[in-house]
């Protein structure tokens, strides 16, 4: 039994979720082992209700669990400039505007104060 591929475009989220974006040439990135490390030890994305993309150069990329179109995945680095052994950390707002990026891991508070500013309506 074959798992499901879904197609995934940022326009296809805008106004609904802020995303981040993390690029690493495979799971085994140092890079990208530390980044998500640092993101479970946090609990940074459940209670802002954000979504993770998962996109790497050797193997199969993700939307938060669900593995993504290989032309989903070429579409999101194109879009992002982003080269195959490359490691960055792509932080899309609510409003489906980049808010930040990072050729190295953030720290969870960074990640934080980024999607909360992007999340809260000011007063």
């Given at each position: 039994?074959?798992?499901?591929?879904?197609?995934?475009?940022?326009?296809?989220?805008?106004?609904?979720?802020?995303?981040?974006?993390?690029?690493?040439?495979?799971?085994?990135?140092?890079?990208?082992?530390?980044?998500?490390?640092?993101?479970?030890?946090?609990?940074?994305?459940?209670?802002?209700?954000?979504?993770?993309?998962?996109?790497?150069?050797?193997?199969d990329?993700?939307?938060?669990?669900?593995?993504?179109?290989?032309?989903?995945?070429?579409?999101?680095?194109?879009q992002?400039?982003?080269?195959?052994?490359?490691?960055?950390?792509?932080?899309?707002g609510?409003?489906?505007?980049?808010?930040?990026?990072d050729?190295?891991?953030?720290?969870?508070?960074?990640?934080?104060?980024?999607?909360?500013?992007s999340?809260?309506?000011?007063?």
């Amino acid at each position: 039994m074959s798992q499901s591929h879904t197609s995934f475009r940022l326009e296809d989220v805008r106004g609904t979720h802020p995303i981040i974006l993390l690029f690493a040439p495979s799971d085994r990135s140092p890079a990208y082992e530390n980044q998500i490390a640092l993101l479970q030890e946090e609990a940074v994305l459940a209670p802002a209700g954000v979504m993770l993309a998962r996109i790497f150069t050797n193997g199969d990329s993700y939307l938060d669990d669900v593995k993504l179109e290989p032309a989903s995945a070429d579409q999101l680095r194109t879009q992002c400039h982003v080269d195959d052994d490359m490691f960055l950390i792509v932080l899309i707002g609510r409003d489906g505007t980049e808010k930040r990026r990072d050729d190295a891991p953030l720290q969870p508070a960074v990640i934080l104060e980024r999607i909360s500013d992007s999340t809260k309506s000011k007063i």
